[in-house]
């Protein structure tokens, strides 16, 4: 199986903090990643695909980057609607693995 | 619009079965696979299986290979996941989710399941 490792597991910002989150593969993937948003309660919302790819409609201070084993998902200017947990998955094989998560809180 | 609609909550003893249902909507249902994901309290996202709703091909997680069945129903556009022989430790919100050629784009709102004698 491939292991997903996603860091930090949890971060505290400011908003308008660039964040970073980072995650891992335990082999090569290509771009076959996405990106997701989860607040408490609800379900996860994807942001990312393909490694790089905006979801249409989200805005566009996420990015995404990286190929094969590192991929990086971004936050230029952290806004308050962005507190909330992100996961990444991914899609190269199966069974498909998630990270662990990382919860963005507010400083 | 897609739409992914889930059945409602379900309170199960240990030992017993559950069926969650996944209806959906705004798309042609034969041409993307379902997966579903699981999330126990205050934990992260599981991923416990696929099924094309084309061909009723299934992948399992080793995990619930077993225990699990996952089916679909194209005349109603519905998924379905049955999970037998429950625990505490299957507490959670069961999701249901699309998979496209990018992988899992829309998700259901979620179903939760607890087990409680």
């Known amino acids: 199986d491939i292991q997903m490792t996603q860091s930090p597991s949890s971060l505290s910002a400011s908003v308008g903090d660039r964040v970073t989150i980072t995650c891992r593969a335990s082999q090569g993937i290509g771009s076959d990643l996405g990106w997701y948003q989860q607040k408490p309660g609800k379900a996860p919302k994807r942001l990312i695909y393909?490694?790089?790819t905006l979801q249409s409609g989200v805005p566009s201070r996420f990015s995404g980057s990286g190929s094969g084993t590192e991929f990086t998902l971004t936050i230029s200017s952290l806004q308050p609607e962005d507190f909330a947990t992100y996961y990444c998955?991914?899609?190269?094989?199966?069974?498909?693995?998630f990270g662990q998560g990382t919860k963005v809180e507010i400083k | 619009q897609v739409q992914l609609v889930q059945s409602g909550p379900e309170v199960k003893k240990p030992g017993a079965s559950v069926k969650v249902s996944c209806k959906a909507s705004g798309y042609i249902f034969s041409t993307h696979g379902i997966s579903w994901v699981r999330q126990a309290p205050g934990q992260g996202l599981e991923w416990m299986g696929w099924i094309s709703a084309y061909n009723g091909h299934t992948d399992y997680a080793q995990k619930f290979q077993g225990r699990v069945t996952m089916t679909t129903d194209t005349s109603t556009s519905t998924a379905y996941m049955e999970l037998r022989t429950l625990s505490s430790d299957d507490t959670a919100v069961y999701y249901c989710s699309r998979v496209g050629s990018w992988g899992v784009d829309y998700w259901g709102q979620g179903t939760l399941v607890t087990v409680s004698s």
């Open positions: 998955l991914q899609h190269n094989s199966y069974p498909r693995t």
């Open positions: 393909g490694a790089s």
